[in-house]
Antibody, heavy 122, light 106 residues
Framework: EMQLVESGGDLVQPGRSLRLSCAASGFTFDDYAMHWVRQVPGKGLEWVSGISWNSGSIGYAGSVKGRFTISRDQAKNSLYLQMNSLRAEDTALYYC???????????????WGQGTLVTVSS | DIQMAQSPSSLSASVGDRVTITCQASRDISNFLNWYQQKPGKAPKLLIYDASKLETGVPSRFSGSGSGTVFTFTISSLQPEDIGTYYCQQFDNLPLTFGGGTKVEI
């Protein structure tokens, strides 16, 4: 059974850093693009970042470019999001998500984890 | 960035009704369009990909159509378990962008 389990969410002060993790299981992690998507509680969905199966292609939303870094560790079947210079507007539930087709970067997000909550406040 | 204008933002319908949601892209995205369902407190779930293809296991009362800039999502006969918020999303270009969502109530 496919599973994505996010962790690392916390209450953090503005300007500080946080690292989110996503543990993947139930599929061949090496073959699929992965993404982070966030949602302010009660609001809509915002794509944050994506990384191709081999880390050769990476993209960021304009709102996080230069502050957030996505990475993956194939040996650990894990996806990460390093978030620096956090702002109040980064407060959201962060979902880890999997692409649908193997070895394709820009395509459908097929499956989502349950999310981890990041709160940025003094 | 490609903007996705989704309408209506909310609707209320009765069990058995036909429900239609529209999504308009700010430029031509061919058929690179998905529809997701999000139930309260849950993660989004893929229903339709490539504008009109039904994801495995999704009931056939859900359907999608359109190409270019205008897309439609339809529930042919609304069921109580269909309450939630529905989002369109384009994957023609980065950044991936979502519509604002349509909250469906009964």
């Amino acid at each position: 059974e496919m599973q994505l389990v996010e962790s690392g969410g916390d209450l953090v002060q503005p300007g500080r850093s946080l690292r989110l993790s996503c543990a993947a299981s139930g599929f061949t992690f090496d073959d699929y693009a992965m993404h982070w998507v966030r949602q302010v509680p009660g609001k809509g969905l915002e794509w944050v970042s994506g990384i191709s199966w081999n880390s050769g292609s990476i993209g960021y939303a304009g709102s996080v470019k230069g502050r957030f870094t996505i990475s993956r560790d194939q040996a650990k079947n894990s996806l990460y999001l390093q978030m620096n210079s956090l702002r109040a507007e980064d407060t959201a539930l962060y979902y880890c998500a999997k692409g649908r087709l193997p070895r394709v970067f820009l395509e459908t997000i097929e499956y989502w984890g349950q999310g981890t909550l990041v709160t940025v406040s003094s | 960035d490609i903007q996705m204008a989704q309408s209506p933002s909310s609707l209320s319908a009765s069990v058995g009704d036909r429900v239609t949601i529209t999504c308009q892209a700010s430029r031509d995205i061919s058929n690179f369009l998905n529809w997701y369902q999000q139930k309260p407190g849950k993660a989004p779930k893929l229903l339709i990909y490539d504008a009109s293809k039904l994801e495995t296991g999704v009931p056939s009362r859900f359907s999608g159509s359109g190409s270019g800039t205008v897309f439609t999502f339809t529930i042919s006969s609304l069921q109580p378990e269909d309450i939630g918020t529905y989002y369109c999303q384009q994957f023609d270009n980065l950044p991936l962008t979502f519509g604002g969502g349509t909250k469906v109530e009964i």
